[in-house]
């Protein structure tokens, strides 16, 4: 993973140059994106579990996804009370530091590491339980702190269904039908397409890393980001090695729950905090900081626990 790592720091800023030299600008950020959820996702995804031998175990993943948001969620309240924040800045922190980028940097970035990590395992964590968290807690938090007017409050049951009905996530049903049924791996003319795609994930992901970073959003905002960061790259990692540990989790699958749990701030978080009135700029120092140091913690958690 070290290599990975310093690969994505790289790529990372290859994509910040790109945008200070205008090669590519900011509004390029959705094309990516479109990119990822509907071609290079998908096929990552349904590689990954038609693929893999499953097992009973995984469907405790999902339930350590959830045991560790909701522990997240506590330290991202007490650090919000600590620096006595007002209400939008306290829900940044719970929204940035309860939610991990497990789908867009997990997922490759685990698909990318060495042995010792299952990739099933980090797929269902992020579509059972990020997936799921991304449009209950994170929506019904973002409205309980957010400042917008004339805002609706609860869950976004209408976004939490076409969440679940998303190129990658149809992918992953498709995937497991496939698997289940015993059809093998797919023919090579299906799986090297396939493959190909997949591989194009996490530079993809990376590059729109580097075009959304922007060093102006953290002057007023260094606290508390400095505060997110260390919960959400440290303190994550502990939350998910205590959690998983606790599950009696295999080897393969408790270090890939921790890994996940060690992610960077969602951006999704970042797209639903500033949609319903939360601190954008405490959120966007989050994501990018997180961003760019996990390239940097993420092999030492992966070399502790391994």
Known sequence: MLQTSIAALVIILLGLGLRHARVLREDSG????????????????FTIISRERLSVGLL?????????????????????????ADRPTEGAFLVATGVGNTGFFGVPLIAASELGVSLAAAVFYDAFATGVITWTSTVVIANSYGVVEGRTSGIDWGALRRGLLMPPMVALYAGL?????????????????????????LPLV????????????LQRVRPE????????????ALVGLAIGTLLGLAPALLHTVVLMAAMPTAMMSLVLGVRYGLRRDVLVGAVFVTTVLCT?????????IL
């Open 206 to 217: 990376l590059i729109y890393a580097g075009l959304m970073l922007d060093w102006r959003a």
């Open 296 to 304: 940097l913690t993420l092999p030492i958690v992966r070399g502790l």
């Open 60 to 84: 405790l993943v999902p339930v350590a996804g959830y045991l560790i948001h909701v522990v997240m969620l506590g330290i991202g309240w007490v650090l919000a009370r600590i620096r006595r």
């Open 177 to 201: 039908a496939w698997n289940l049924a015993g059809l093998g791996a797919p023919l090579r003319w299906i799986a090297r397409p396939l493959d190909l795609l997949g591989s194009a994930t």
């Open 30 to 45: 959705p094309v990516l994106v479109n990119l990822v959820i509907y071609a290079t996702m998908p096929a990552l995804v």
């Open 225 to 236: 980001v400095g505060l997110i960061t260390v919960a959400r790259l440290v303190g994550g």
